[in-house]
């Protein structure tokens, strides 16, 4: 009976959802404050439900409960217990319920921390948060329930989780992955609350701005989680493979990237409001879509869930409602939007604009690459590719131009910027800049590319003038360490993100261009050499694990001569069912990794395996940290720790509303 416990907190989740999507923002729209005040215990209702449906699924999961059929398709009695609890979200019902329960965090979260917002906003906030909530739960309910039973008789044991899945990636990257896709319901919903309301002045993008960032840097880390777990677990020694399941949190990230410059914009000038509206509708829109990529059927992929047509169906049912409805709502309203603001050609607002409008072309060739090979079979039922170089084509060139930019945008002034200013501010960091970005990938690499010193001298652009912007803030400081702490978080966060951006651009450069790989057949006591590494293959000793058995190879590593490490990777039999999968052997550090798998058994004791040498890699995760610090750095900033009402208009609302309340009590 405890898994139809969990099925009816999950309907008690839908039913509180519906209420809390319907009756605060019908109180908002009549000056209801009780109604109004219904939103926040709603909320606390819908978590606590679906976090007792989440903890039912998950203790299935470790009771080898099998007559839920969820649980007989993810799990195996020899499954080790922290695999079979990361195997709730291991198939696409459990996905979902984690999704909503990540969802159902973040407006707990709102609530909690909206206290100083005007009621009638927040109420209708988590109105519609709690809209989008009763859509997945009632999602869950009618196609995707985790809770169902077999019948008439529980299998004697589960089938397995998928073997590249048992991997402390997968315990990590989803849950973060989807807590950052899910946040950005947060930022759509204070947009189209703002809409509702109709007042889209800055405030909105105020209160927004820190759950925004918060939820960027959640997505950046998401996504670098699966760069790094791609990176050592698929065994190709890639880092990115411009996979169409992969490009939609890109996509998300690139519009999320926008719209958190676009909201500085509006909160510092007032201008951009209709724009910054459409980017938080848009970035929603983009996480919607990685959804319905993985959750249609339209791939197959270790990502991917394979569905029956009716969720695909479903869930592009419920993209047309939301985003469809939002952008219906917005054309009635954005014409009403006035920016009394001006200002010139050079500017910090038109270097803010043209990141927005790079960011945006290159999520829309991105969507564009993805969608059109499902597109094109759908119509002509014929296969069609588009890979690596269409993407690369497209994207390297754009984000070169924004990385150019980010070294200008923080010298602009707001309003206007005389060429002159800029001239003396950045002449001296781009000679450095250039003339290094020759030197230095000589001095490291010995090699010479036009692509690394490009990548170099744009990521050099940007440290230094990062260096010059601060030194020039705390110039007339004394104390110059006091001076820097003294610098306002929002601004501090943004310069270590943007510095995150120049360690990215140092990795992806060096790594993509300077990474050497064999594909070899060794047999015992044979040696290969790959730069300035040597490796002997020692042979291979068998091995058992709690739920595999395989082989384990043992390869001595030597540079220029002198003993460094062991590599040990591996080639294994799951038993449950008899998937072989492929465990990498990693030598890591700052400056270049080791990377060596293992491939099929030969003759006389041979094994084919493939032997990497990656210069820089680790920089491009290292940066991707950088950037969420940065992110959470400007969330942090004290000026979102001290919102006020701001107009006595709206003081005067409050307390008529609270008359009232008084009045029905």
Excluded at 21 to 50: D, E, S, Y
Excluded at 91 to 113: D, K, P
Excluded at 134 to 162: C, E, I, K, Q
Excluded at 624 to 636: C, E
Aim: aromatic share 12%.
């Amino acid at each position: 009976m405890v898994p139809e416990l969990g099925h009816f907190t999950l309907i008690l989740a839908f039913c509180l959802s519906v209420i809390l999507g319907t009756l605060p923002i019908i109180g908002a729209a009549r000056g209801n404050i009780l109604w109004m005040n219904f939103a926040r215990p709603l909320t606390a209702g819908v978590f606590v439900f679906l976090s007792v449906s989440l903890i039912i699924l998950a203790y299935a999961f470790v009771t080898d409960d099998f007559s839920v059929q969820f649980v007989a398709q993810h799990s195996n009695t020899l499954l080790p217990t922290r695999y079979k609890l990361t195997a709730v979200w291991g198939g696409h019902e459990g996905s979902f319920l984690l999704w909503t329960f990540m969802l159902a965090g973040w407006m707990l979260t709102v609530s909690i921390f909206s206290k100083s917002m005007p009621l009638d906003f927040v109420a209708r906030v988590l109105g519609v948060l709690g809209f989008l909530c009763a859509g997945y739960t009632l999602f869950m309910l009618a196609t995707s329930n985790p809770f169902d039973r077999v019948l008439p008789l529980a299998p004697a044991d589960g089938a397995d989780l998928n073997s590249a899945l048992q991997d402390f990636g997968f315990i990590i990257h989803p849950p973060t992955l989807y807590m950052g896709y899910v946040g950005f319901s947060v930022v759509f919903a204070f947009a189209i609350a703002a809409l509702l309301s109709g007042k889209l002045d800055a405030a909105w993008a105020r209160w927004s701005r820190p759950w925004a960032n918060v939820a960027w840097a959640i997505l950046t880390i998401g996504i670098a989680l699966g760069s790094w777990w791609a990176y050592y677990e698929l065994g190709w020694g890639g880092w990115w493979a411009w996979d169409p399941v992969e490009n939609p949190p890109l996509i998300t990230w690139l519009l999320g990237t926008a719209l958190i410059h676009s909201m500085a914009v509006t909160e510092k000038r007032g201008i951009f409001k209709s724009w910054t509206v459409l980017l938080a509708i848009l970035a929603f829109a983009g996480s919607l879509l990685g959804t319905f990529i993985t959750r249609s059927g339209l791939l197959t992929s270790v990502h991917a869930f394979a569905s029956d047509p009716t969720r695909g169906v479903y869930i592009l049912g419920f993209i047309i409602l939301t985003v469809g409805g939002s952008l219906t709502l917005y054309a009635f309203r954005a014409p009403l939007i006035r920016n009394n603001s001006g200002f010139a050609m050079i500017s910090r607002e038109v270097a803010l604009l043209a990141n927005n409008i790079l960011l945006v072309v290159a999520s829309a060739s991105i969507l564009l690459g993805t969608l059109f090979p499902m597109v094109f079979q759908a119509i002509t039922d014929e296969l069609i590719s588009i890979g690596p170089p269409y993407f690369n084509a497209i994207f390297v060139p754009l984000m070169g131009i924004l990385v150019l930019l980010l070294g200008i945008g923080p010298v602009c002034r707001w309003k206007s910027t005389s060429v002159s200013f800029l001239v003396q501010r950045l002449w001296l960091i781009a000679a450095a800049s250039i003339v290094l970005g020759v030197v230095l990938p000589l001095l490291i690499t010995t090699k010479f590319s036009w692509s690394v010193t490009i990548g170099i001298s744009l990521a050099l652009w940007i440290t230094f003038s990062i260096v010059r912007d601060i030194l020039s803030k705390i110039a007339n400081k004394a104390n110059k360490l006091k001076g820097l702490t003294g610098l306002p978080a929002g601004y501090l966060g943004m310069q270590l993100a943007h510095f995150g951006v120049a360690v990215m651009v140092v990795g992806v450069c060096l790594t993509s261009n300077f990474s050497t790989e064999k594909s070899v057949l060794l047999g015992p006591g044979q040696t290969i050499d790959l730069g300035d590494y040597d490796f002997v293959f020692n042979g291979t000793i068998p091995i058992t694990g709690p739920n595999y058995v395989g082989d384990q190879a043992i390869i001595v590593v030597s540079h220029n001569g002198e003993y460094l490490r062991d590599l040990n990777p591996e080639k294994r039999i799951y038993i449950a069912s008899n998937s072989p999968s492929t465990e990498m052997a990693i030598d890591s550090g700052l400056f270049r990794d080791l990377f060596v798998t293992l491939g099929e058994r030969r003759d006389g004791g041979a094994w084919s395996m493939t032997i990497y040498v990656k210069p820089f890699i680790r920089w491009i995760w290292l940066g991707s940290i950088f950037m969420a610090l940065g992110g959470v750095t400007a969330a942090a900033d004290r000026r979102y720790r001290r919102l006020r009402l701001k107009s006595n208009e709206a003081v005067g609302k409050q307390g008529a509303l609270s008359s009232k309340l008084q009045t029905v009590t």
